[in-house]
């Protein structure tokens, strides 16, 4: 017994050497030593309160990754937006639900907002649009009408209101917010895996000639991806309102959270995941892991006291060694006849 | 004499792979040596390792008699070893000259666009390009002086060795000759060239001796005077290859399963009208640039026209994208596979059904076992390996990667196909295959049209052809005078005009 379990080790490392360089798992190696101390070193890291909090955090920057990961995944980069179309939605259910239409209607009227924002970028990006330029524009746009219909003021609205249970409710013993996330998961997973969809969104990202020529035209995937990005933007955003009743156009500009900027940090999400920028190559869960591993540095750097420049600077360390380990990986694994 | 290069028991393997085993390869000064070769025999793995852009190999390495071993191309490049590839590495908003001293060596560090004007005379008076302006910028020549300027630039560092990895595959019959002369040239002035190419015709032309290699294993050098087509053909497969074109019998003309009418792609000079019928394949006969294959993508969908319709099962239309033109059952492979004819990065089945996601899927969501099972049909019918399915579509050598390209249509059942150059960068056996299939699809009832500037297949394959000039349908050739003459004869020189004959010395 012993015996077999020790070939199969023996099986594992031997393949690891064969199949990735020495400095892929070098690299690999040094990392979770410095993860493993960190964990191991940190106060309070292994309760079940701190893990609830990791899972809270990476929910929320996982769900915007989710849905940023259609984006990349179909080629059409990424969504400069993400945090503004979040501002825009904000706003809109914060004033919705202020003016008393109640959760329901809110939430359908910001999600329509939300889809008519991702539409517009996706139309102008599938046209031809340089996804950046698009979607930069997209942003001082739906910034500019988010902030302009606020006056810049918080907008608040009374308890109770009818969406404490996703803003603050729980089941067993999960935050609402994270269960979400985990279905999302599992369903843009299942999406991508098994829907003709899902394979176009490969297929395009892949070859957007190709996709073309075999009948998948990239207007009509970027527009769906486009609009998928800003509903689950618009999902967090909502999320977000109903816990803390309120509204504000920064929301989820600098002072969000933990480490800078909401965009910037759905971005850094879907590329620690090791997504191909270029599109084609990739998952959603290979996002939501690298939301929850974000997030796990994260916390583990708070809890070692180390204030935002740091913490900042980790998430910037994070995504360049997930590009460079994925970058070697990639062309370690191709051989050519 | 001693040979200037010699390299012996070469063994490289990529994973499980055996890319070479043991195989032997030699040089003289001055000689022109052809490299031949099925896809995947090894060929582009050998001048990867005389280039020095692979030096994860075991053998020996002898350059000029002393052992070396390269640990990166330029230190090849050094040592006179200069390799000029398939793909074109010009800069094209640069001007000639800027572009064949793109190195940086060999000119002052600061130099203005005279100096380098002047410096880049003589390189291209070398290769045969002394009318050109130094100055002009790059993209303004043709595809096969742009060839030409890449070797240019490699002859500015003085290389003892020239490789020339199909130099011709994408080139037209006038710009091939050039480069034939060239190499002519480059070997009387004691370069010693080493030609790869999958055109048995111009290895004959030109080399002095011809090496074989055959699943990573060489054959003897033997001087090309000693062989003929067919004995060369039977060196590289290891067997006989009876018949490369499958048999053509006159075939009764029935109603035309597609007219079509006026069609006006932009880069013709005017309007084409041919029918088209189901169990034949048309050939369009052009040269390069001639337009053949904008009016095979005009009927597709995928590029603009000026106007023009088909008339096709009972409706009257033009398709403004290749969807339409799919749903139809119209499908199209453009003459560059890894452009828009494969998704090297996925697997090879998801490129076999990525034409027809409908057929696999119910309400949206995909039947594994379905698609399965008609991927490993489809796979089976075009001679590529079911085991390999999972594979990515990119490790594939040209000749199977093509075979994916054509593969995917059959998944939509398409009654009209159109194909441009079906075998551009496939070896022998692949292509046979190719015919056969093509044939089949015909006998089975698909109507088949065939775009192709080689001579060779446009003579061989179709059952008839219509010939195109410089944009403009000049005739139809019908079985009966179908040879490479008469094709020649409409596609290069219509309206017998005289002047413009150039270099067709060879």
Not at chain 1, 101 to 130: C, D, K, P, W
Not at chain 1, 192 to 219: C, M, P
Not at chain 1, 272 to 291: E, H
Not at chain 2, 84 to 91: C, G, H, K, M, R
Request: include cysteine.
């Amino acid at each position: 017994m012993s015996n077999s379990s020790s070939v199969v080790k023996q099986n594992f490392i031997h393949r690891l050497a064969r199949d990735y360089s020495p400095l892929v798992l070098i690299m690999v190696a040094v990392f979770i030593a410095i993860f493993v101390i960190g964990a191991a070193t940190a106060p309070n890291f292994l309760t079940v309160l701190n893990i609830k909090t990791i899972l809270r955090d990476a929910a929320i920057v996982g769900i915007m990754a989710i849905g940023l990961t259609f984006v990349t995944l179909s080629g059409n980069f990424f969504l400069l937006s993400m945090k503004e179309t979040a501002a825009l939605s904000i706003i809109a259910f914060a004033t919705s639900m202020s003016a008393g239409y109640g959760f329901e209607l809110s939430f359908l009227f910001t999600m329509v907002i939300a889809m008519a924002a991702g539409a517009i970028q996706g139309l102008l990006i599938g046209l031809g649009g340089n996804p950046i330029v698009v979607t930069l524009g997209a942003a001082g746009l739906f910034f500019g009408i988010s902030s302009w219909w606020s006056d810049n003021l918080v907008v608040s609205f009374r308890r109770p209101h009818g969406a404490e249970w996703l803003g603050s409710g729980s089941f067993l013993g999960l935050p609402n917010i994270t269960i979400a996330f985990i279905i999302i998961a599992i369903f843009a997973e299942f999406v991508l895996r098994r829907t003709s969809f899902g394979r176009q969104v490969y297929l395009v990202g892949s070859n957007r000639a190709a996709g073309r020529a075999t009948g998948h035209e990239n207007l009509s995937m970027a527009i769906k991806v486009c609009i998928i990005a800003s509903v689950c933007s618009a999902f967090v955003a909502i999320a977000f309102s109903a816990q803390v009743s309120s509204a504000h156009v920064n929301y989820f500009s600098s002072s969000f959270g933990s480490s800078g900027d909401m965009t910037i940090m759905v971005i850094a999400t879907v590329m620690v995941g090791g997504n191909s920028i270029m599109g084609g190559y990739g998952s959603s869960l290979r996002s939501s892991i690298g939301a929850v591993f974000i997030s796990t540095v994260d916390n583990m750097m708070v809890l070692h006291g180390y204030n935002s420049g740091p913490r900042v600077l980790a998430v910037g360390l994070m995504i360049v060694f997930s590009i460079m380990v994925f970058a070697l990986v990639q062309r370690g694994s191709r051989s050519v006849e | 004499m001693q040979p200037i290069l010699k390299l012996s028991n070469i063994k490289r393997n990529y994973g499980a792979i055996k890319a070479l085993r043991g195989a032997n390869f030699e040089i003289m000064p001055g000689e022109v040596m052809g490299l031949v070769g099925e896809n995947g025999a090894g060929k582009s793995t050998m001048v990867k390792i005389i280039s020095g852009f692979d030096s994860g190999f075991e053998g020996e390495y002898l350059l000029n008699g002393e052992q070396l071993h390269f640990s990166s191309p330029i230190q090849a490049e050094r040592s006179g070893i200069a390799v000029a590839q398939q793909e074109l590495s010009l800069i094209k908003t640069m001007c000639v000259a800027e572009n064949i001293f793109l190195a940086g060596d060999s000119v002052p560090t600061f130099a203005t666009k005279k100096t380098l004007a002047k410096n880049a005379k003589p390189y291209l008076e070398e290769v045969g390009l002394g009318h050109v302006d130094p100055l002009t910028s790059t993209d303004r020549l043709s595809i096969g002086e742009q060839h030409l300027i890449e070797v240019a630039r490699l002859l500015a560092h003085d290389p003892q060795i020239l490789i020339l990895d199909e130099p011709t595959a994408a080139l037209g019959e006038t710009d091939s000759i050039r480069i034939l002369n060239m190499v002519n040239r480059l070997s009387e002035r004691g370069k010693s060239i080493i030609y790869v190419s999958h055109r048995l015709d111009e290895i004959f032309k030109i080399s002095d001796r011809i090496i074989v290699l055959r699943d990573g294993e060489s054959q003897e050098p033997r001087q090309a005077s000693e062989l003929d087509v067919n004995s060369l053909v039977e060196l590289m497969l290891g067997r006989e290859l009876k018949n490369m074109y499958p048999k053509r019998i006159k075939k009764e003309i029935s109603k035309p399963i597609m007219e079509v009418k006026n069609l006006w792609p932009d880069r013709l000079l005017e309007g084409v009208n041919f029918n088209i019928y189901a169990g034949e394949i048309l050939g369009l006969a052009g040269q390069l640039g001639s337009g053949t294959g904008d009016i095979l993508a005009a009927i597709a969908g995928s590029t603009r026209t000026r106007g023009g319709e088909l008339i096709y099962k009972g409706k009257t239309f033009l398709p403004k994208s290749p969807k339409e033109a799919i749903d139809s059952g119209i499908a199209y492979c453009s003459d560059d596979r890894k452009h828009d004819g494969l998704f090297l990065g996925r697997p090879i089945s998801e490129n076999l059904s990525s034409a027809a996601l409908k057929s696999i899927s119910k309400n949206g969501i995909r039947l594994p076992k379905l698609e399965n099972e008609m991927v490993t049909e489809n796979a089976i019918k075009f001679t590529i390996d079911p085991s390999r399915i999972p594979q990515e579509a990119g490790v594939l050598s040209g000749g199977n990667q093509q075979k994916v390209a054509l593969a995917k249509w059959l998944a939509i059942h398409p009654d009209v196909i159109l194909v441009n150059e079906p075998t551009r960068g496939v070896d022998v056996g692949a292509r046979a295959e190719i015919y056969q299939k093509l044939r089949e699809l015909a006998d089975d009832g698909a109507a088949i049209v065939v775009a192709s500037t080689d001579i060779q297949e446009i003579t061989n394959l179709p059952d008839r052809v219509i010939t195109i000039y410089r944009g403009i349908q000049i005739g139809e050739i019908g079985l009966e005078d179908m040879s490479a003459a008469t094709i020649l004869e409409e596609i290069t020189n219509p309206f017998n005009e005289k002047g413009l004959q150039g270099d067709e010395d060879l």
